[in-house]
């Protein structure tokens, strides 16, 4: 069990909080809560195998959210003094008061009990930055080699890694200290054949883990990347698909993504009440279909998850003070839940958030974010090569690629990294050019299986976008492979869309 970094427990942190909660008390807040954060991050990127770019970042900073006279306030600094936090805590209250005139809608939040003092840490054996970065350059630069020595023209490589440390209090009695961390390697072949090329990328997802998977444990990248030069040559030389109805066979490595634009920001209730639109829309998944719609087949289980363990949104409490937990959002094909923070659940007669509240960074305030929202597997369920097996004609697809969804995250298009031709119940060579187009409820209706938890894997990004000023937030979705009947084909070339 690793200890909360020295650096960041160094920091006077219950003296600032103490100083900047006891001046919003003295101005008559209704709710007022503190955070000081420390957020490291490293990216490396190598090109052929030679690096380009190595760039650290670090970011510390305090801040102070309050609600007075029914108004929100706040305000954040990167003086860590107890004068510097009494200042912040005004300027919070100030902007509260200036915002008072313009405030159509009191705030109000949902109750949540008081947890006292909490240390939470995530799961993982090897601080990333605890590893040399001619270490980390040397890994990456022999993964390249492997691929330049197979056959492949060119290869793009990026480690991307972060540590988060999180300190909150909040006048109720809730004093929470936390670090995560997380890390994303990516490696993109590129192959060139007769005057044209395409890609290939790693299917290894970001993880909440550390150093660790990328050395062995949890991810084969030897067997991954020995393949690779392989699959790329074929797909270079496969023809484009024909464009038609097909059963279509998909990979956790592709479908993360399809949950998390149609199912993972349609269910953000700020979204479905019409309160937050920025980078992704609204909703059609509106509160008077909650326990009515079918949004999918008897198949779709789908959880809202902040205690998953290794995932990007996996954490002890939010940002709100809020413990994280497990909820249903959709059960057994039927639309039961949504994602909230205090707020929404209190305007929406809710008893309590479910812990979706999340700032990037501390010169931010915490919006409500997206949990770790994923497909449930079945029980006993069959293998990815069991689902193939029972497609006459059809399509199976590994990895994501590009994708384009409408703004009531309804009339979607996906493609992917690879595409195999099924015939018979077996896989019969590359196509290439493939996208798969449905609305939500459509392609949601249509999956007929989802495989065991044998085929399970939490997918993910670091760069779920959301607000204005807009803020990033990682996620993950886990998913099982799963069968999909009668989906309507593409050829991507020819519509534009790859």
Known sequence: MHEIDPAFAALPLRALADAALTRARELGVEHVDFRLERIRSQTLRL?????????????????????????????????????????????????????????????????????????????YEVDPFGVPTTDKVALLAEWSRRLLTGGV????????????NKFY?????????????????????????????????TLAPPVGRG???LTGTGWDFDLELARIPELLA??????????????????????????????????????????????AGTSFATPDKLGKLQYGSKVLNITGDRTAEHGLSTIGYDDEGVETQQWDIVKDGLFVGYQLDRRIAHLTGQSRSNGCAFADSPGNMPLQRMANVSLRP?????????????????????????WSIDMQRYNFQFTGQRFFKI??????????????????????????????????????????????????APVSHGCPAALFRGVNILNALKEGGQ
């Open 47 to 123: 090109k052929d195998a030679a690096l380009e770019t190595a760039m650290d970042a670090d970011d510390v900073g305090l801040a102070v959210r309050v609600v007075k006279d029914g108004t929100w306030g706040f305000a954040s600094g990167i003086d860590l003094t107890t004068k510097s936090a009494v200042q912040v805590a005004e300027q919070a209250v100030m902007v509260a008061q200036v915002s008072r005139a313009i405030n159509r809608e009191p705030i109000e939040l949902a109750a949540e009990p008081v947890h006292g003092e909490q240390t939470w840490i995530s799961a």
């Open 153 to 164: 023209d060119h290869v793009d490589a990026a480690l991307l890694q972060v540590k988060e």
């Open 169 to 201: 209090a909040d006048a109720a009695g809730t004093v929470t200290t936390q670090q995560r961390v997380r890390l994303h390697p990516v490696l993109t072949a590129v192959g060139i054949a007769d005057g044209a090329f395409d890609t290939m990328r």
């Open 211 to 213: 150093y660790e998977f």
């Open 234 to 279: 074929e797909k270079l030389a496969a023809p484009s698909v024909e464009a038609g109805s097909y059963d279509v066979v998909i990979a956790p490595s592709n479908l993360w993504l399809t949950i998390h634009e149609s199912i993972g920001h349609a269910t953000e209730l700020d979204r479905a009440l019409g309160y937050e639109a920025a980078y």
């Open 378 to 402: 079945a029980p006993g369920g069959p293998s990815t090569e069991d689902l193939i097996s029972g497609v006459e004609r059809g399509i199976y697809i590994e990895g994501d690629k590009s």
């Open 423 to 472: 015939e018979n119940g077996r896989l019969a060579g590359q196509l290439r050019d493939v996208a798969y187009q449905a609305t939500t409820t459509d392609f949601w209706n249509s999956m007929e299986a989802v495989g065991g938890p044998q085929t399970y894997v939490l997918g993910g990004a670091f760069n779920c976008g959301k607000g204005q000023p807009g803020q990033v």
